[in-house]
């Protein structure tokens, strides 16, 4: 049976934190059972393309955070998850643009099953703690 494909989607893969958290998890995951793709929100060679590709990786990369173009974003995720069925899991990392590729607004409407949005911010997480 063909491994899990979680898609990732980052602003970019270069060398922060939340990247290199991203990555210590994906050299440690079982890859024949769980595969990482990229979606990108910047068209740019990043720090961890190479080491990407090298485990097995695709990386999709749009340019929402370079020309700020809003509908031309939801036109082409649309078209990436309407081409990429196999996408049961999708984990993003950057809230900002998270109201557009959650499963409301983008993965269920073209047929993938769970997603989740994990925003990297102390200030979110102290609203949750009161």
């Known amino acids: 049976m063909p491994p899990i494909r979680v898609l990732q989607i980052m602003p970019a893969m270069d060398a922060g934190g939340m990247e290199t958290f991203v990555m210590n998890v994906y050299r440690a995951v079982d890859r024949s059972q769980v595969q990482f793709d990229f979606l990108y929100h910047y068209d740019k060679p990043c720090f961890y393309d190479a080491e990407i590709e090298a485990l097995g990786g695709h990386i999709t990369k749009l340019t929402v955070r370079q020309d700020n173009n809003i509908p031309k974003y939801l036109h082409d995720l649309r078209a990436f998850f309407t081409a990429h069925p196999e996408y049961k899991v999708i ?34 997480w102290a609203s949750w703690t009161g």
């Open 91 to 124: 984990h993003g990392h950057y809230s900002g643009f998270g109201m557009f590729y959650n499963p409301a607004a983008a993965g269920c409407r073209c047929g993938q099953a769970t997603a989740t949005t994990l925003p990297m911010s102390t200030t979110w």
